[in-house]
C-alpha cells in the first residue's frame, strides 16, 4: 500500500538546446529590470558579451569558486544592494547556481550573508529576489532544489530553506558541451548520487522514486558517452535530462549516507562534491542493497545490485576518481568515521550506519 505523501515542485523549468536564447523572455515573465549575474570564471567572457546584449544584466560577479565561499556571496549580496536588483541569475555549477540562490535571499533583508549563514537571523521566503538558474553542469540539480552548499573557511555548509528555491530554471545542455572530461564524470556520479539515495532516502516518495528510475537509466546509457566526447550534444542531452531529474529526486526526499560522507571527503581530504559522493556510492549500492533497489535495477536493464555497483566502480576508474583511502594521503581513520557518523543526512540511511559499521565500509576500501 502506498502511504500518504505530498508532492510540490515550484519551479518552472525550461528544457532543451538553445533554450539559453529565451534567458529575457524569463526575466519578463518575472517581472525583472535590473539583474545581477553570477557565474564562475569559465563562463567570464560570455558573461561580458551577454552584459552587452542583455540591458536588464546591471551587474556581474564571476569569481564564484568550487566549493563557492560565503565571501563571493557577500560580494554578489552586495552588487545586488549598489544596483537595486531585482533578480538574480545564475549561471555555471552547483556553486554559482547556490551562491546566487544566496545572495538573492539576503540581498533585499537587513543583515549580511555570515548572518544567515550562523543562523542569527532568519531567511525569509516572502521576501527574495527571484532567481532563474541556469545550470553549465549536469550534476547538482541545484536549479530544482532549495539548498545552497557554501563553505566559510574549511566550514562547508548545507542549508535548506524554501528562501533558496529559485523561480525558473532554464536547463540548455548546449551550456554543458565544453564542460572537461574530469569534472563531466565527477558531476554526473554526482546526479547518480542524487537519483539513488532520493531513492533509497528513508523519506523516499513514489513520484521523485520514477525520476530517480529513469535518472539512473539516462546516467548508465549516456555518462560514458559525454566523458568520451564532449561534442555527443545527444549524450550531453540525456545527462542535462538526468542532472535535472536527479535534483528533482533528492529535493523532498533528501540525500542520505554517500552525501553524509562526502562532507568531510570534501572538507578534510579537498575532493569535488561529485567525487566525494561517488567514493562511498558503489560501497553503499552494498549496503543499501534490498528489494526496491533491486526493483530500480530490473528497471534499467541490469540483473542486480551487483551489476549496479560494478558499473559505478567502473565509471569511477574511467574518469580517474579517486576510490581508495590510500588515493587520499594521510587519512584519520577514526575521524573520519566520526564526523560521516555525526552528518545529519546519514539518518536518512536506508541501514543505519554507526561509526564501527563506516569503519568496516572504508576499511573495504583501503
Ligand atoms: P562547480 O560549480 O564547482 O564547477 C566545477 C568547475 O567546472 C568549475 O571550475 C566551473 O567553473 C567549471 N565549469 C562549470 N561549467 C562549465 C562549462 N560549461 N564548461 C567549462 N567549465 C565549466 O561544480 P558542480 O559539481 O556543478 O557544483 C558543485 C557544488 O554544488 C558544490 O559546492 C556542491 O556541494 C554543490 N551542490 C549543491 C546542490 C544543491 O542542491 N544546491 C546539490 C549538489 C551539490
Not at 553524509?260 to 556510492?281: I, M, N
Amino acid at each position: 500500500m502506498t502511504s500518504e505523501f505530498i508532492y510540490a515542485q515550484p519551479v518552472k523549468i525550461f528544457f532543451g538546446q538553445g533554450e539559453f536564447q529565451k534567458l529575457g523572455a524569463v526575466l519578463d515573465e518575472l517581472g525583472v529590470t535590473r539583474a545581477v549575474l553570477c557565474c564562475g570564471r569559465h563562463f567570464a567572457p560570455q558573461a561580458s558579451l551577454l552584459m552587452e546584449k542583455e540591458p536588464r544584466i546591471a551587474a556581474v560577479f564571476t569569481e564564484v569558486e568550487q566549493n563557492p565561499q560565503l565571501s563571493g556571496i557577500t560580494e554578489t549580496t552586495r552588487l545586488c544592494r549598489v544596483h537595486a536588483a531585482d533578480g538574480v541569475i545564475g549561471i555555471g555549477g552547483g556553486s554559482s547556481l547556490d551562491t546566487a540562490k544566496f545572495a538573492a535571499a539576503v540581498a533585499p533583508n537587513p543583515g549580511e550573508p555570515i548572518d544567515y549563514y550562523e543562523g542569527k537571523r532568519p531567511l525569509n521566503a516572502q521576501n527574495r529576489l527571484p532567481v532563474v538558474a541556469v545550470p553549465t553542469t549536469a550534476g547538482t540539480g541545484s536549479e530544482v532544489t532549495q539548498v545552497s552548499v557554501v563553505s566559510h573557511g574549511t566550514e562547508k555548509k548545507t542549508i535548506n530553506n524554501p528562501a533558496f528555491m529559485p523561480a525558473a530554471a532554464i536547463v540548455d545542455p548546449l551550456l554543458s558541451a565544453s564542460v572537461p572530461p574530469r569534472t563531466t564524470m565527477n558531476t554526473g556520479l554526482d546526479a547518480m548520487a542524487h537519483a539513488l539515495e532520493g531513492y533509497w532516502s528513508r523519506n523516499h516518495q513514489p513520484i521523485p522514486d520514477l525520476m530517480a528510475i529513469e535518472a539512473v537509466r539516462l546516467i548508465l546509457g549516456n555518462l560514458e558517452r559525454a566523458y568520451r566526447d564532449g561534442g555527443d550534444l545527444e549524450a550531453r542531452s540525456s545527462m542535462a535530462l538526468a542532472a535535472l531529474l536527479g535534483g528533482l529526486s533528492f529535493a523532498l526526499p533528501k540525500t542520505a549516507a554517500s552525501h553524509a560522507c562526502s562532507y568531510p571527503l570534501s572538507e578534510d581530504y579537498h575532493l569535488p562534491h561529485g567525487e566525494a559522493c561517488a567514493f562511498t556510492l558503489d560501497s553503499l549500492v552494498k549496503i543499501n542493497a534490498d528489494e526496491r533497489l533491486e526493483h530500480l535495477c530490473h528497471a534499467v536493464g541490469l540483473k542486480d545490485t551487483d551489476e549496479l555497483a560494478a558499473r559505478i566502480r567502473a565509471l569511477k576508474a574511467l574518469g580517474g576518481l579517486r576510490s581508495r583511502l590510500s588515493d587520499l594521503g594521510d587519512v584519520d581513520l577514526a575521524k573520519l568515521c566520526r564526523d560521516c557518523a555525526a552528518h545529519p543526512l546519514m539518518k536518512n540511511n536506508p541501514v543505519s550506519l554507526d561509526e564501527e559499521a563506516l569503519r568496516e565500509m572504508f576499511e573495504a576500501l583501503a
